[in-house]
């Protein structure tokens, strides 16, 4: 009787696992090209967050670099980070952000609470960066906006081409193509 309790117990944690597997999957929110990084006319490196409805909240930005070799020019030299390299920052609007979104990507937006970005003045030549924005009421996330970029990509647009999705393109085709993701 021990090994028919022993079994059952074994399958029912398997049955809990896997169910808690679906539901954490399941609930994860859908991600969406809604991101685009240009040049402004200064050449300072801009971005363009486009939400699905000129009703839908950005809540919080969020920037990342992601590589694996920080001990190169932008990285940790000796121990210590280059302050003059963007590295990350998250931030928070005053009040509801609602509609299209540009601002610099070497600073939060102005009035915007948060941190991170300190004196940065340059991107990393060998950082993977993404850059992200979360939509939803309190703490619902109904989408996420996200694009991911390199110094490289921003620094091969032409004049007036923003990079989303992985590939340079016009504001108009950006528009199309985020309109479309939230179709």
Known sequence: MAGDNRTARTLFGAGVAVALALLV????????????IGKGP???VRALLRPCSDDDPVREVVLLRNDEERGKEGGEKGGEADPAVLDHWSGRPPGPATGEQEFSLLSLPKGWRGGGAGSATKLASDGNYSLSFVVGP???VRYKGVTRFTRADVEDLAPGQWWADGRAMSRAEFRKQADDACS
Request: negative net charge; contains cysteine.
């Open 25 to 36: 999957g399941g609930c994860s929110p859908a991600e969406r090209p809604l991101v685009a």
């Open 42 to 44: 200064a050449g300072d």
């Open 138 to 140: 309190d703490d619902t």
